[in-house]
């Protein structure tokens, strides 16, 4: 793993602007800005949105980390937040491919048995097929992901109402990695833990317990511009890992 311990008081800043803050009390705001990961749209997180103060724009750390397939967590005794990232390469030993007249989608696992505790290096590619360029609108991410254990419990994708178009050149390709935040919201919700706000997830666990599950990768979007009559098109690739 790649290893990153940043001290406690280092924010993240995105600057608009290379002036210093002024001395006197900065003005916040709420940031309109959207923030996009290879061309498409990210949710915030609920009651952490983006922020300006004069003009520069900060996000929060959790946010960026989990949607660059990283996890992040503080450590209290040493007052430090620990990130960390899979290893930049890595040979899959489990894959499975789909693909359809405008796209070849792969889902690609490190391994097919995780130790107890240890992280998922889990990742997903997206490849355009056609020679010419498209449209297509789609909603959340292009590229997602979700999973479901052998009990049948889930943990769906994030999903966006706003539509979001995307034009498609030939040879474009997407990456994406398995996200840390489906995990931690199937463990909300299988140890039933009372949350009472946005800090107390970070003591939601980000690991799968034993058990095996099935992780899919998928595309789900339209042709064009109008969707009112236009059923969706869905894409997927699924393979099957086990925590012991």
């Not at 946010?63 to 005794?77: A, C, N, P, R």
């Not at 007052?79 to 290893?87: A, G, L, M």
């Not at 789900?220 to 236009?230: A, E, I, N, Q």
């Amino acid at each position: 793993m790649n290893k990153f311990i940043v001290p406690l008081g280092l924010g993240l800043l995105l600057s608009s602007s290379a002036a210093a803050l002024a001395p006197d009390t900065p003005k916040l705001e709420v940031s309109p800005a959207s923030i996009k990961f290879n061309r498409t749209i990210a949710v915030m997180p609920s009651g952490h949105p983006a922020y300006q103060i004069n003009g520069s724009t900060y996000v929060p750390l959790r946010f960026l980390v989990d949607q660059t397939g990283g996890t992040i967590h503080y450590d209290e005794t040493y007052k430090t937040i620990d990130i960390q990232y899979p290893k930049k390469y890595v040979q899959s030993q489990l894959s499975s491919t789909a693909r359809n007249s405008d796209f070849k989608l792969k889902i690609h696992s490190e391994k097919p048995v995780y130790r107890a505790g240890e992280g998922l290096s889990i990742w997903a590619t997206l490849e355009y097929l056609p020679d010419t360029e498209k449209v297509i609108t789609h909603s959340s991410r292009l590229l997602s992901f979700a999973f479901t254990d052998d009990k049948g419990n889930s943990s769906p994708a994030m999903t966006l109402p706003k539509l979001e178009k995307t034009r498609l050149k030939k040879d474009m390709d997407l990456y994406a990695s398995f996200t840390p935040y489906l995990i931690q919201n199937y463990n909300h919700n299988q140890l039933q833990l009372e949350l009472s706000g946005p800090e107390d997830w970070d003591h939601v666990p980000t690991v799968l317990p034993p058990g095996r599950y099935s992780i899919g990768a998928f595309i789900r979007y339209s042709d064009g511009d109008d969707t009112t009559h236009v059923k969706p098109i869905t894409l997927a690739a699924d393979l099957e890992i086990e925590v012991k």
